[in-house]
């Protein structure tokens, strides 16, 4: 695996170029149009967004979003960079999700509204677990430039995973 694989491992499936650009650092992404961006709540991180020209196979011209994810090279390396675009695909995969989920519920609601008296319906409920969730303490290694997530599973035990 290249330097390159490493350096866009979790995002190469948006990825369309790293570059440095006086004191910035870039990675420019092509996301679905639809999602949300954001920059870093530091404030070191920008998100912008551009489109571009492409030229399909049937010589057709049509555009499409570039996100341009970047920082000021004192700041911010091109790890940072990538952690911070794996953070907005994991917000905007959550959003889709929650709004497949939503569906799916409303459709379950539905049918029982059209099968159910009122009487019965007015009885109806909503409850939830909430699932057990690890607490998780991330730790990063500037001198390896890996994160390392360290666990507290429920018992209060600790185990780390290097990333």
């Not at 006086?22 to 420019?28: A, G, H, T, V």
């Not at 679905?32 to 492409?54: A, L, M, Q, Y």
């Not at 159910?116 to 007015?122: A, F, H, N, V």
């Amino acid at each position: 695996m290249g330097l390159l694989d490493k350096q866009i491992g979790g995002i190469s499936e948006y990825f369309v170029s790293m570059e440095k650009l006086r004191d910035l650092n870039i990675i420019k992404v092509n996301l679905p149009e639809r999602w949300k961006s954001f920059n870093s709540e530091d404030g070191k991180i920008s998100v912008e967004i551009s489109t571009h020209d492409v030229i399909l196979p049937n010589n057709q011209i049509t555009q499409i979003p570039v996100f341009w994810v970047y920082g000021k090279q004192s700041e911010v390396d091109f790890d940072d960079l990538t952690i911070h675009i794996k953070s907005i695909i994991k917000y905007n995969n959550d959003l889709d999700n929650k709004k497949e989920l939503f569906q799916e519920k409303g459709n379950e609601l539905k049918k029982l509204f059209s099968e159910l008296d009122l009487k019965t319906l007015k009885t109806l409920e909503f409850k939830y677990r909430k699932p057990k969730v690890k607490k998780v303490n991330n730790v990063k290694k500037e001198d390896k430039k890996e994160e390392v997530v360290e666990i507290t599973n429920e018992d209060n035990s600790k185990e780390e995973v290097v990333c």
